[in-house]
C-alpha cells in the first residue's frame, strides 16, 4: 500500500497516514484495508454513500465484456495519451482514476507508464465497494498503488496532489478535479460517441436514441483537443448479455426490451469513443 499521494480524512480533513492493516489520522479516525486490498472511506452517514454505484452483477458482467478486449482499442490510445503527455517528466507521476470502476483502465494505463519508464503512484477511487475489491486486486503489494471506495464528489486527497486525473464513463465532479489537480494538471475524460452502441438499441428498443455529447469547454480547464475512437465489434451469447447487463440501459429497459436482449444470438455494433484532453488553468 505504498503511495506517495497524501489521503486526507474524510472525518475531520487531516492527513491519512499508512498504519498497518489501513490508515489513520492523528486524530485516530482508522480506515481498514479489506482483504482484497482496498480501503474503504466512504462515511455511512455521507449522503454519497446512499448511491452505492454500480452492484456485484454490473461489475462482474463489465470485467468479463472488458478482458475479452473490446474496448481495447480505446484503452491503448487514452494510455498512449496519458504516457506522451508525462513523457521525460523527471520524477514520479501521482495519478487519479476517479470512478476506476474494476480496474481495467487503471491497470493498462499503469502498465503504460511503466513502460515508458515513467514513475507512478496512483490511486483509484470508486463509489462501488465491488468495484473497489475487483480493481484493488489488479495490483500486487509493492505496486505504487491504492484503491479506496469513495465518491468522486468527495475525493479522500489533498489540494494540488494530482499531477494526472482520468473520468472514464463516470460521474464528472468538475470542482473536485478541480481542487485535487495541480495546476498545468492533465485531466482526460472518455465519453461516448453519439452512436455508441447504436445496434444494442436497436435491437432493444423501439425507438433508439443517439447518445447526447456534452460540449467540450470546462469552466477552469484549457481543453486540449478531441481523439475519436470507433469500429464495430462482433459478439455472441454470453458477451451480448455481459455487454447489456454493464450499461445503464439494463436497468432502465422494460421487461419487453430485456427479453429482446435476452434472445439475440449474435450481435454486430458500433463502437464510438471520444477521449478528450483538458488541462487545468
Known amino acids: 500500500m505504498e503511495n506517495e ?11 491519512l497516514f499508512m498504519q ?16 482484497s ?3 474503504n472511506l466512504l462515511l455511512p452517514g455521507d449522503k454519497h454513500a446512499k448511491l452505492p454505484g ?8 463489465r470485467r468479463a465484456f472488458l478482458e475479452k478486449g473490446f474496448y481495447r482499442p480505446m484503452a491503448e490510445e487514452l494510455a498512449g495519451e496519458v504516457a506522451a503527455a508525462f513523457a521525460g517528466r523527471k520524477g514520479e507521476v ?7 470502476g474494476e480496474g481495467y483502465y487503471t491497470r493498462l494505463v499503469f502498465d503504460r507508464l511503466a513502460e515508458a519508464g515513467t514513475g507512478c503512484a496512483l490511486v483509484g477511487v470508486d463509489i462501488s465497494k465491488f468495484a473497489a475489491e475487483k480493481a484493488a486486486k489488479r495490483f500486487q ?3 505504487k498503488a491504492v484503491i479506496a471506495a469513495a465518491s468522486v464528489f468527495r475525493l479522500p486527497l489533498a489540494e494540488e496532489s494530482c499531477d494526472g486525473l482520468m473520468s472514464l464513463f463516470a460521474p464528472f465532479a468538475r470542482e473536485e478535479f478541480l481542487r485535487v489537480l495541480k495546476p498545468g494538471g492533465w485531466m482526460w475524460e472518455v465519453i461516448p460517441g453519439a452512436r455508441h452502441l447504436w445496434q444494442l438499441k436497436e435491437a432493444v428498443y423501439d425507438r433508439p436514441y443517439p447518445n447526447e455529447v456534452k460540449d467540450y469547454p470546462v469552466e477552469g480547464f484549457g481543453f486540449m483537443g478531441s481523439r475519436p475512437v470507433a469500429g464495430e465489434i ?3 451469447g454470453e458477451e451480448i448479455a455481459a455487454l447489456f447487463q454493464m450499461t445503464p440501459y439494463y436497468y ?4 419487453e426490451g430485456q427479453a429482446r436482449a435476452a434472445a439475440l444470438e449474435e450481435l454486430t455494433t458500433e463502437i464510438s469513443f471520444e477521449i478528450l484532453s483538458y488541462r487545468k488553468k
Open 20 to 35: 498497518e492493516g489501513g490508515l489513520g489520522c492523528e486524530k485516530g479516525h482508522r480506515f481498514d484495508r479489506a482483504r
Open 94 to 100: 501521482r495519478l487519479l482514476d476517479a470512478g476506476c
Open 5 to 15: 499521494f497524501t489521503f486526507t480524512c474524510p472525518v475531520c480533513g487531516r492527513p
Open 141 to 143: 503489494p509493492g505496486e
Open 234 to 236: 462482433a459478439l455472441r
Open 54 to 61: 454500480d452492484n456485484r452483477p454490473m461489475v462482474n458482467a
Open 252 to 255: 432502465k429497459t422494460s421487461a
Open 37 to 39: 486490498g482496498y480501503v
